[in-house]
């Protein structure tokens, strides 16, 4: 079965700052990767996916992140955060012959001028 | 502008009443998930469908959570009776199976149970 662990339960960051939020997972067949971002009192919203071929993502809003096999990583990143960043983000996997998607924990992120 | 569609928003209930939940996916979207949100467990796969059919509901507590899809536009999540422990943000998203493999999620319907 899959896992995924997001490895920072909270990142405060200032305004214009560079942003990274670490996404590891498991499993023994190919997989597909999400980011979502979730808004107070909202639903998730996708922010960006891997599902073949360039390792490096770009999704909505400025983010980006980049599939790493051999480290079972996808961390993403984002060079410069706003204020309006300020949300829960949720790393997500699915291995590739079932419909099952599975969330980490999240990340709140908090982003301070 | 296609969106997963919850109703109610928000349920406030008392102990032991029953509760229903709905869900409407996005038309042409064959694979339906129902989530569960809390503070302690964060989100919780609780069951999901494929093209009506259940295919995993072993997240859901059996004796009081039951889930349907009575037709293609509607999908709905029961509890009864319902207890305190059952307070949550409910999710339901919606999808198509691989290669288009991201679930669109509505905007949650937020039970209290008191």
């Known amino acids: 079965a899959q896992s995924v662990t997001q490895l920072d339960s909270q990142v405060p960051v200032f305004e214009e700052a560079p942003v990274e939020l670490r996404c590891n997972y498991s499993?023994?067949?190919?997989?597909?990767l999400f980011w979502y971002v979730q808004y107070p009192n909202q639903g998730l919203q996708l922010l960006l996916k891997?599902?073949?071929?360039?390792?490096l993502v770009k999704g909505i809003n400025g983010f980006e992140a980049e599939f790493n096999k051999s480290q079972t990583s996808f961390h993403l990143r984002k060079p410069s955060v706003h204020i309006s960043d300020t949300a829960e983000y949720f790393c997500?996997?699915?291995?590739?012959?079932?419909?099952?998607?599975?969330f980490g924990a999240g990340t709140t992120v908090t982003v301070r001028a | 502008d296609a969106r997963v569609t919850q109703t109610p928003r928000d349920k406030v209930t008392e102990m032991g009443q029953e509760v229903t939940m709905r869900c409407q996916p996005i038309?042409?979207?064959?694979?339906v998930f129902w989530y569960r949100q809390t503070m302690m467990q964060g989100l919780e796969l609780l069951a999901y469908?494929?093209?009506?059919?259940?295919?995993?509901d072993s997240g859901m507590p059996k004796d009081r959570f039951s889930a349907e899809m009575p037709d293609a536009t509607l999908a709905t999540l029961k509890i009864q009776p319902s207890e305190p422990r059952d307070s949550a943000v409910y999710f339901c998203?919606?999808?198509?199976?691989?290669?288009?493999?991201?679930?669109?999620f509505g905007q949650g319907t937020r039970l209290t149970v008191v």
């Open positions: 998203a919606s999808g198509l199976g691989p290669p288009n493999t991201e679930a669109f």
């Open positions: 499993s023994s067949v190919s997989v597909y």
């Open positions: 891997y599902l073949s071929g360039s390792t």
């Open positions: 997500a996997v699915r291995v590739s012959n079932d419909y099952k998607l599975s």
């Open positions: 038309l042409g979207h064959n694979t």
């Open positions: 469908f494929r093209n009506r059919a259940p295919l995993d």
